[in-house]
């Protein structure tokens, strides 16, 4: 089985929670049982030379986003038996910080298409592309809605988990087609509560949504701790 994990970080290479423990660990235990298990990040400026040491470039592309080609390039490195894909981009990635800045949905966006497009050019379309909380809750999207027709892409089947459903991507609707490049048609996916909502839209497009244990699942369907989505 081949698994591709889509994730906004993973120790070593970018950590700011538990999220990067989970990415980091789990590949490695997937491979460590015969499974093809790679994981792909961005290519944040904050990763230390150490490990940049250890990468090579793979290969370079252009991205359709935001109304325009952007350059794409992909980097690779072993690391604990596992391969980790880098998507670099420096407008969106050479800064400091992980999160927190004002086109945050726009960098992920970028990030989430160029999971997509890199696929055919290294030869690799994963049985289960599994992403992680609202900033690579695109990829499932755009399988489901721009990619699922391709033969190579229609047997990939989708795992979803949420580590902190706090924050969930929302963004205004009027940004839907011009900014994340999703058709009109695919509103009622991604409308929840007047906006956007990212997380919301890959519950719905995931064949399978997981959470970090059994107990935060549960809770989750509470609106005491679903922060809106527990009729999602």
Not at 50 to 69: C, I, Q
Not at 90 to 101: N, Q
Not at 202 to 213: H, K, M, N, P, Y
Request: negative net charge.
């Amino acid at each position: 089985m081949n698994v591709l994990f889509a994730a906004s970080e993973a120790r070593p290479f970018a950590v700011s929670g538990s999220l990067a423990e989970f990415a980091g660990a789990l590949p490695k235990a997937l491979c460590a049982g015969g499974t093809d298990c790679r994981v792909i990040l961005p290519l944040y400026a904050d990763i230390p030379q150490y490990l940049r040491d250890m990468m090579h470039f793979v290969t370079e592309f252009s991205v359709d986003h935001a109304g325009k080609k952007q350059h794409c390039g992909l980097f690779s490195a072993d690391y604990s038996g596992v391969t980790f894909y880098f998507v670099d981009n420096e407008y969106y990635y050479c800064r400091s910080g992980i999160y927190g800045h004002y086109d945050d949905g726009e960098r992920f966006a970028f990030f989430c298409m160029a999971v997509m497009e890199m696929l055919p050019r290294i030869g690799f379309f994963p049985d289960i592309l599994h992403a992680h909380d609202w900033q690579s809750a695109l990829a499932v999207i755009y399988l489901r809605t721009k990619y699922s027709w391709m033969r190579e892409y229609k047997s990939i089947r989708t795992v979803y988990t949420i580590h902190n459903i706090e924050y969930q991507g929302k963004y205004d609707m009027a940004l839907l087609n011009d900014l994340f490049g999703i058709d009109w048609k695919y509103c009622p996916i991604l409308e929840w509560g007047g906006c956007m909502n990212m997380m919301k839209a890959a519950i719905e497009c995931a064949d399978r949504v997981t959470t970090v244990s059994e107990k935060y699942a549960e809770e989750i369907q509470s609106p005491e701790y679903a922060h809106g989505l527990e009729n999602a």
